[in-house]
């Protein structure tokens, strides 16, 4: 096995798609996954939502059971196919204030010969500031100078019930 | 917000949480280093050997919550630790909660 590691992370992956669901299932034998139940809206109650105060509080912890799916996919530079290849990705929840309400920073790693990643993240909660339309944002870290370059994003919309 | 810098010459990781002025550094083991400030609070996690370790950061509203670790990727000893005892309660609270 190849233990090669490239320092050029951000030009050899891409996210293919990513969504947020409230299950998932991966079939290891064929490798594939089940999304159930795909999120693209959440629904808070008036009530709920009037109990954040702007400026003293920071927002609102729903329960919401959900998971974040995002697949990766290295890109078809001659010769990397056979390494290990390992990237640093981060999730950052961003509010509709443009605030960044939480992130979650990880490696994934691609085992020789291996095209696809499947990365899956498990949330127990939403942290809702408002209504308005939030954003999970998947970026990649390119190097010292760039920093993390967004790769992909999600959408939320959070709309309110009464 | 999360910020990486990464030496690849001696392959050493080093994650900014947030601002501040490092008054301790705490050794968790021989590879994992956490810089705090004056209130404890952890604003800079070191990783050694990065390409063998790898360690998931969770931040919430600019402070660290949760650090997970594996040592050597593919498998060795996994460790867990939690932060910000209070973030870190409502992120796992099965209730509703308004976050002051």
Redesign the interface.
């Given at each position: 096995m190849s233990t090669i590691?490239t320092?050029k992370r951000h030009l050899n992956i891409k996210a293919m798609w990513g969504v947020l669901c409230t299950m998932s299932s991966i079939d290891q034998k064929r490798n594939n996954i089940s999304l159930f139940n795909v999120i693209t809206q959440l629904n808070m109650s008036g009530t709920?939502l009037d109990?954040?105060v702007p400026g003293?509080?920071?927002?609102?912890?729903?329960?919401s059971n959900h998971e974040l799916i995002v697949m990766f996919r290295r890109l078809g530079v001659p010769g990397i196919e056979s390494a290990v290849l390992?990237a640093?990705i981060?999730i950052s929840l961003v509010g509709p204030s443009g605030d960044?309400?939480?992130?979650?920073?990880?490696?994934i790693?691609f085992e020789p010969n291996i095209q696809t990643h499947g990365h899956r993240i498990s949330y127990?909660?939403f942290?809702v500031q408002s209504t308005g339309l939030y954003e999970y944002r998947v970026s990649v870290?390119e190097?010292?100078t760039t920093?993390?370059i967004d790769l992909y994003t999600i959408p939320l919309s959070v709309e309110r019930t009464n | 917000?999360?910020?990486?810098?990464?030496d690849?010459e001696v392959d050493a990781?080093y994650?900014s949480v947030k601002d501040g002025k490092i008054k301790e550094t705490k050794i968790i083991n021989d590879w994992l280093f956490f810089d705090c400030d004056d209130k404890g609070d952890v604003i800079g996690i070191e990783i050694l050997d990065a390409?063998k370790n790898?360690?998931?950061?969770?931040?919430?509203?600019?402070d660290l919550v949760n650090v997970n670790f594996v040592e050597n990727?593919s498998g060795g000893a996994s460790y867990n630790k939690d932060f910000g005892e209070q973030k870190g309660k409502?992120?796992?609270?099965?209730?509703?909660?308004?976050?002051?």
């Open positions: 590691e320092n709920d109990k954040v003293k509080h920071k927002g609102i912890v729903m329960t390992s640093d981060k960044v309400i939480r992130e979650d920073l990880s490696t790693k127990e909660n942290v870290f190097d010292n920093g993390f | 917000m999360l910020k990486v810098t990464y690849t990781k994650v390409s790898h360690v998931t950061v969770s931040a919430f509203d600019g990727a409502y992120l796992r609270s099965n209730k509703a909660a308004v976050l002051a």
